[in-house]
Every structure is written in structure tokens, then in C-alpha cells.
């Protein structure tokens, strides 16, 4: 087996410290993959810190991974040593059903998550991207088209297929219009692929501090929710609203923003529960929905879109050494827009 370095938390109140652990031997059907880079995903927060509940630990976090192949095993037939690669937030699926589900593997059990999780024997546990190397199944690796660096094309693999799955389900294109509710990690990629898609897009973030880089990102609006006139103006003017916010906010006002027939889609996902009112939905039969990352296969369409439109995250890059004070800045929403890992500062 070979040994990895990475960073752990070790406790949903401690730090995250260095941590060397062994990573499985390859099997025939698996790449191995010397990872260069990993996104900082608010998901790799709530999950260090247990907000979720469901933390096992010594935790290795880290689902916006990417690198290059550094082995293959003999059945493997879509990759080769040197191939520019990534992996999202899941590296098996479909585990004890009859077959792999290739559309909603995400949403249906047995899934299997880069971290945080059990492989598909029920005991090794899976290690994340923030480490120099990950073994996985084949067909759970992703293709970086060649125009997309690993650096900026990292948060892809969560960040951007979060946004675009829904995006797409909900038909965002020409005509349509759609809100972003949150400026962050998430949001920034929803405001590109939503524009690339064609849709008419505004944000909704706190303030206006980032109003300059939204709309250079694709945006056609920006409002501050910290002004109750902007519920006021905008009452039933989106088709479709995403909300990106990983805090418990009061749904209801969002709602009031949604067209007749409109749907506002949760990708956030907040420790506490946030109250909905029944009148919140009644009133223009609007549908609250929720949303999960996205298939493999999904993901490549994802990519190929992001590498056809020439789409990458803004990144403030970071040692691994600066990962807790990272943490604290995605707290205050102190990041244009994804903190990336640079795994060579782990030599
Ligand atoms: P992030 O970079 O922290 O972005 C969240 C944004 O929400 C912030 O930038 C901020 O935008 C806004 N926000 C923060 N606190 C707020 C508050 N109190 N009130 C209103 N808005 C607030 O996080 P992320 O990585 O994008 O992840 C966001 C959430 O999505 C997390 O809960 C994460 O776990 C979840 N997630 C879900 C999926 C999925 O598959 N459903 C996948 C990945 C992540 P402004 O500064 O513009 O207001
Ligand atoms: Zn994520």
C-alpha cells in the first residue's frame, strides 16, 4: 500500500493537522491519481465540524479534486499516465443494487462519498482530496477538457456541477429569468454557467460589495437582500431562484420573489432547519426543491459545457498549512470565490 500525506480533522472542534495514512492498493479497474490540487467546499466545513452529524473521523476532506494519472490498473481503458483528471464527490454508487443508475446515482443508495464514508466493503474508509494521492474505481474519474487548468477547473467537480444540474433540470436558457441567492463558492459558478446557458441572471448576495465582479461574471442584476426594498421591487419576478446559502434564512421572503408556477431549488445545505409557510407556496402554486451535486455523467457534460464556454472559478490559492484560517475566512464570506489548495505545499 502506499503512503499518503494530507491534512485531518481529528474532531469536530480541533484544528485540522497533518495526517499520514495509507491509501488502498490499486485493483485492476483503478486509476491512481498524484492530486495537485482540491477546492475548499463550505461542505468540507460542516463536515470537519460535524454540523451534519454524520462525521466519522480521522476525516481527510476534500471532493473537488484534481490532478494527474499516475497509474493505471490493467483493465483500465479511458485513462492513461499523464492524463489531466478529477474527482467530485463520489467514487462509487449504485453499491447492492442490481445495476449503477448512470442519471440519479447521487440521489439513490449505496453511494459511496470521497470522504466521510466507507468503500464498497463496508470498512476502509475514504480519504478526500486534501492529500497527495487518491485510488479510485475508473468510473468515477473525470476528463478535464484540455483548456481548463486544474487549479481554476478544480471547484468544477463540486462547485460547478452543483449549479449546473439544477440550471439544466429546470431549463435555465434563453428567456428565462433566474436568481442566485449568495455570492459564494457555489454562487459565482451558478452566475457564469447560468449566463453561458442564456439565462437572465441576477444575484442576490448580503450586500453590494461584490456587485462589480457579478456582473462581470455574466450577471445582469445585483441586489443587496440587506435592503427590504429589494423584496419589495422584485416580488414575482424569477422563474427559478437558487439558494446558495449554507445558514438557516427565511425561505418565505425568497419565495415571495418567484413568478406563478416559479421554483426555488435549495443547494445549501444548513445545520438547522429554516420554517416554511404553507401561504409561501400556495400562493402561485411556486414549488420549493432541493438539489444534489450531480452523476459522473452529468459532471463530464458539465465539464465539456465549461470547457466549450471557457468557464473556471476564481480562486484565491492556498498552501495546505493555511487550511484552519481558510475555514475561518469562508466563514465571513471573505473569498473571491473558491480557496484552492496548491498539494504541493504538502512536500
Ligand atoms: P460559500 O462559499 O460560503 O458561499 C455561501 C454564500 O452564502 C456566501 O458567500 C454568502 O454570499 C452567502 N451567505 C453566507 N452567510 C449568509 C447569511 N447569514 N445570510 C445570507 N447569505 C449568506 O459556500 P459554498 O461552498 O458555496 O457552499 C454553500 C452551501 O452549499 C453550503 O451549505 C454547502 O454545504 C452546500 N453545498 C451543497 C451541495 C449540494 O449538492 N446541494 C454541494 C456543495 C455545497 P454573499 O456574501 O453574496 O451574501
Ligand atoms: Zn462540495
Same mark, same amino acid.
Given at each position: 500500500m502506499a503512503i499518503a500525506k494530507g491534512y485531518a480533522a481529528t474532531d469536530a472542534s480541533k484544528p485540522l493537522t497533518?495526517? +499520514?495514512?495509507?491509501?488502498?492498493? =490499486? $485493483?485492476?479497474?483503478?486509476?491512481?491519481?498524484?492530486?495537485?490540487?482540491?477546492?475548499?467546499?463550505?461542505?468540507?466545513?460542516?463536515?470537519?465540524? $460535524?454540523?451534519?452529524? $454524520?462525521?466519522?473521523?480521522?476525516?481527510?476532506?476534500?471532493?473537488?479534486? *484534481?490532478?494527474?494519472?499516475?497509474?493505471? &490498473? !490493467?483493465? #483500465?481503458?479511458?485513462?492513461?499516465? &499523464?492524463?489531466?483528471?478529477?474527482? @467530485?464527490?463520489?467514487?462509487?454508487?449504485? #453499491?447492492?443494487? =442490481?445495476?449503477?443508475?448512470?442519471?440519479?446515482?447521487?440521489?439513490?443508495? &449505496?453511494? #459511496?462519498?470521497? %470522504?466521510?464514508?466507507?468503500? *464498497?466493503? @463496508? +470498512?476502509?474508509?475514504?480519504?478526500? &482530496?486534501?492529500?497527495? !494521492?487518491?485510488?479510485?474505481?475508473?468510473?468515477?474519474?473525470?476528463?478535464?477538457?484540455?483548456?481548463?487548468? /486544474?487549479?481554476?477547473g478544480a471547484p468544477l467537480l463540486c462547485a460547478g456541477i452543483t449549479l449546473y444540474s439544477p440550471l439544466a433540470h429546470w431549463k435555465a436558457g434563453p428567456g428565462k429569468k433566474v436568481a442566485i441567492v449568495g455570492m459564494g463558492g457555489l454562487g459565482h459558478m451558478g452566475v457564469k454557467i447560468g449566463a453561458a446557458m442564456g439565462a437572465d441572471i441576477t444575484v442576490l448576495s448580503q450586500s453590494l460589495s461584490k456587485k462589480e465582479d @457579478?456582473?462581470?461574471?455574466? *450577471?445582469?442584476? %445585483? %441586489?443587496? +437582500?440587506?435592503?427590504?426594498?429589494?423584496?419589495?421591487? /422584485? *416580488?414575482?419576478?424569477?422563474?427559478?431562484i437558487i439558494c446558495t446559502v449554507g445558514v438557516a434564512i427565511d425561505w418565505n421572503a425568497y419565495l415571495g420573489l418567484l413568478k406563478v408556477d416559479g421554483t426555488m431549488v435549495l443547494v445549501g445545505a444548513p445545520e438547522h432547519p429554516a420554517p416554511v409557510h404553507a401561504f409561501s407556496v400556495i400562493a402561485g402554486r411556486k414549488a420549493l426543491a432541493g438539489s444534489g451535486i450531480g452523476s459522473i455523467k452529468e459532471t463530464q457534460e458539465m465539464l465539456d459545457f465549461c470547457g466549450k464556454h471557457n468557464i473556471v472559478s476564481d480562486i484565491e490559492m492556498i498552501n495546505m498549512q493555511d487550511i484552519n484560517e481558510a475555514y475561518e475566512r469562508v466563514l465571513k464570506s471573505d473569498v473571491r470565490y473558491r480557496f484552492v489548495i496548491d498539494i504541493a505545499s504538502l512536500a
Open positions: 497533518p495526517f +499520514t495514512f495509507e491509501r488502498r492498493e =490499486p $485493483n485492476d479497474d483503478d486509476v491512481v491519481i498524484a492530486v495537485q490540487y482540491c477546492g475548499l467546499c463550505h461542505s468540507d466545513i460542516h463536515q470537519a465540524r $460535524n454540523e451534519w452529524g $454524520n462525521s466519522k473521523y480521522p476525516m481527510v476532506p476534500g471532493h473537488e479534486v *484534481a490532478g494527474v494519472v499516475s497509474a493505471i &490498473g !490493467s483493465k #483500465v481503458t479511458k485513462f492513461k499516465i &499523464g492524463d489531466h483528471v478529477g474527482v @467530485g464527490c463520489f467514487v462509487n454508487s449504485c #453499491v447492492g443494487l =442490481p445495476e449503477r443508475n448512470v442519471d440519479i446515482e447521487q440521489y439513490l443508495p &449505496g453511494i #459511496v462519498q470521497t %470522504y466521510n464514508d466507507v468503500e *464498497a466493503d @463496508g +470498512t476502509t474508509p475514504t480519504y478526500g &482530496g486534501y492529500s497527495d !494521492s487518491i485510488v479510485v474505481k475508473e468510473g468515477y474519474v473525470l476528463s478535464f477538457p484540455e483548456n481548463i487548468p /486544474l487549479d481554476s @457579478g456582473l462581470r461574471l455574466g *450577471a445582469k442584476d %445585483y %441586489y443587496a +437582500t440587506s435592503d427590504a426594498e429589494t423584496f419589495k421591487k /422584485l *416580488a414575482g419576478t424569477f422563474d427559478l
